[in-house]
């Protein structure tokens, strides 16, 4: 089972995960995309992933699950990070900048604000 980087990380894409993953399986979107089909938040591809866990605490927007334990609200996330698998050439791994670690009133709003209650 591969980790799901959840909508908790659109337009916060923090790339601490990124730098932490041993088999460099988390992407960004960096194709033509008119339709809007795939926000600004990174993607995790389920066949290179290799379940090691170690890019879910990395994460301090907490956006990131293992598939099975993806909160149900965001069950349609799972299906949008395996579209990797579509559009391959239109995916690469960002080069991970350095970004201001979100304050826990950040994180907490941010899932207040996709509906994800602590």
Do not use: H
Request: proline content about 8%.
């Amino acid at each position: 089972m591969a980790f799901v980087i959840t909508r908790l990380c659109r337009d916060c894409v923090d790339q601490s995960c990124v730098s932490e993953c041993p088999v460099d399986c988390i992407y960004e979107f960096r194709g033509d995309d008119p339709r809007g089909e795939f926000p600004d938040q990174l993607y995790i591809d389920p066949e290179i992933c290799i379940n090691c866990g170690i890019c879910e605490p990395a994460c301090p927007w907490e956006a990131i699950f293992e598939r099975e334990d993806v909160p149900m609200l965001f069950e349609e996330d799972i299906a949008l990070n395996a579209r990797v698998l579509e559009r391959p050439s239109d995916f690469a791994v960002p080069e991970a900048t350095d970004r201001q670690l979100p304050s826990s009133d950040q994180v907490r709003s941010n899932k207040q604000k996709w509906g994800l209650y602590e």
